[in-house]
């Protein structure tokens, strides 16, 4: 996967009253990009692609036409409008990583690994820095039993606190045929789980809130199992939709 972002100076409401634009990618249009609002009516516009086929254009020139089809023609329009003020920034990321220190018969003592040392997600889901945050609250509380065992006993609670994020990341990228390693009937079943989510949650508030709660780790991915949210899914389950359709 890669991504690239620039910034706008974007006339004032020339994009409506949202506070940001999120297009996922599908199966079958693995690309996906996000727009957000920031400070002084400056816009930051990221897109995203699975498989190097699929990766945005770093040129400034070709930038914008990447958008096409993702974006509606009148925010392409209003971003064609807009001044950039920055250039293109772009990241490749090859594959999400996680590292089980917790499994080590033996650690050094005095040693500990932290951040996407331990566990290294992809960015297009924006957890990275929650995660990090939630290994250091871990590590804040091992700290307070003081410092006897603490690469063992914080790598354990490290390996807790990162459980869930890891498994709703990687569980979204397998939807994607382009991600190596990943069955086609999964990668089928993951993408038509993932359209039934998105489709309930457009007219349910509370699954709207569970997926929200999930991708930004404001809450716990758990919460997409609860019944009624599992039930709303459902609901929109269909069978006989291809994936990437929607």
Request: aromatic letters at 6%; a positive charge.
């Amino acid at each position: 996967m890669a991504y690239a972002s620039r910034r706008y100076q974007v006339p004032p409401g020339a994009l409506g009253p949202a506070k940001g634009i999120l297009i996922g990618a599908t199966q079958r249009r693995p690309r996906g990009a996000v727009l957000t609002r920031q400070e002084n009516e400056t816009w930051v516009l990221s897109l995203y692609g699975f498989g190097k086929d699929h990766h945005p254009p770093t040129a400034p020139e070709r930038f914008l036409s990447f958008a096409e089809g993702l974006l509606t023609p009148e925010t392409c329009r209003a971003l064609r409008e807009a001044e950039p003020i920055t250039g293109v920034s772009s990241f490749a990321y090859p594959a999400a990583l996680r590292r089980e220190f917790h499994r080590l018969r033996s650690a050094p003592e005095g040693l500990i690994s932290i951040g996407d040392a331990v566990c290294s997600l992809n960015p297009i889901y924006g957890a990275g820095m929650t995660v990090a945050a939630l290994e250091a609250r871990a590590l804040r509380t091992c700290l307070a039993e003081g410092p006897t065992g603490l690469p063992r006993r914080f790598h354990r609670e490290a390996a807790r606190a990162v459980r869930l994020p890891w498994l709703f990341a990687t569980l979204a990228d397998r939807s994607m045929p382009q991600v190596p390693g990943t069955h086609p009937a999964l990668a089928r079943l993951l993408a038509r789980s993932f359209q039934a989510t998105m489709r309930a949650a457009a007219t349910d508030p509370r699954v709207a809130a569970a997926v929200w709660d999930a991708v930004s780790l404001a809450g716990s991915p758990a919460g997409l199992a609860r019944p009624h949210v599992t039930a709303a899914v459902l609901r929109h389950w269909s069978p006989r939709t291809a994936p990437g359709e929607d």
